[in-house]
């Protein structure tokens, strides 16, 4: 098993942060390609604006990404707090079973946490079921929302 650290995303990071993007936006989810202009400018919003979001990766023996989680922040009035929402969560195929996924869940959480914020939230497709396992072993609870969509 590799040396894995899990930290904050810097502006260093960009070339192996957005290939990471594109392969979990096009190869995992089959997705259009939103292009490097539009993916370099969301990563610069957060590294630019904290108070928006921001994106942890995970560093294989100093040098290579394997993975990446994006927390985006908004408000919760139920409880006049932040919270946060865990929108990305992705390890590369071949460094998957490593436990890398957990730790930077254990990351995002941990984070929100030690901010004051109310709560994460996150989704996931109902045939995902390696990332339902992940979560439901992280102890998460799901939610009976339903999830609207208008374009």
Same mark, same amino acid.
């Given at each position: 098993?590799?040396?894995?650290?899990?930290?904050?995303?810097?502006?260093?990071?960009?070339?192996?942060?957005?290939?990471?993007?594109?392969?979990?936006?096009?190869?995992?989810?089959?997705?259009?390609?939103?292009?490097?202009?539009? &993916?370099? #400018?969301?990563?610069?919003?957060? &590294?630019?604006?904290?108070?928006?979001?921001?994106?942890?990766?995970?560093?294989?023996?100093?040098?290579?990404?394997?993975?990446?989680?994006?927390?985006?922040?908004?408000?919760?009035?139920?409880?006049?707090?932040?919270?946060?929402?865990?929108?990305?969560?992705?390890?590369?195929?071949?460094?998957?079973?490593?436990?890398?996924?957990?730790?930077?869940?254990?990351?995002?959480?941990?984070?929100?946490?030690? #901010?004051?914020?109310?709560?994460?939230? @996150?989704?996931?497709?109902?045939?995902?079921?390696?990332?339902?396992?992940?979560?439901?072993?992280?102890?998460?609870?799901?939610?009976? @929302?339903?999830?609207?969509?208008?374009?």
């Amino acid at each position: 098993m590799e040396a894995v650290l899990i930290r904050p995303a810097t502006q260093s990071d960009l070339p192996q942060l957005l290939d990471l993007l594109h392969q979990y936006i096009v190869d995992f989810y089959q997705s259009p390609d939103p292009g490097k202009e539009a &993916l370099t #400018n969301l990563v610069n919003h957060l &590294l630019a604006d904290p108070s928006a979001g921001i994106q942890f990766v995970a560093e294989a023996d100093g040098q290579r990404l394997v993975g990446f989680a994006t927390l985006y922040f908004t408000f919760n009035t139920l409880e006049a707090k932040r919270m946060a929402f865990l929108y990305d969560l992705f390890v590369v195929p071949g460094t998957r079973g490593q436990k890398i996924g957990e730790r930077l869940f254990q990351t995002c959480l941990s984070h929100i946490r030690e #901010n004051g914020y109310s709560h994460m939230i @996150w989704e996931t497709a109902h045939d995902n079921h390696t990332a339902q396992a992940l979560y439901d072993k992280m102890g998460a609870q799901k939610q009976v @929302w339903l999830n609207y969509e208008i374009k």
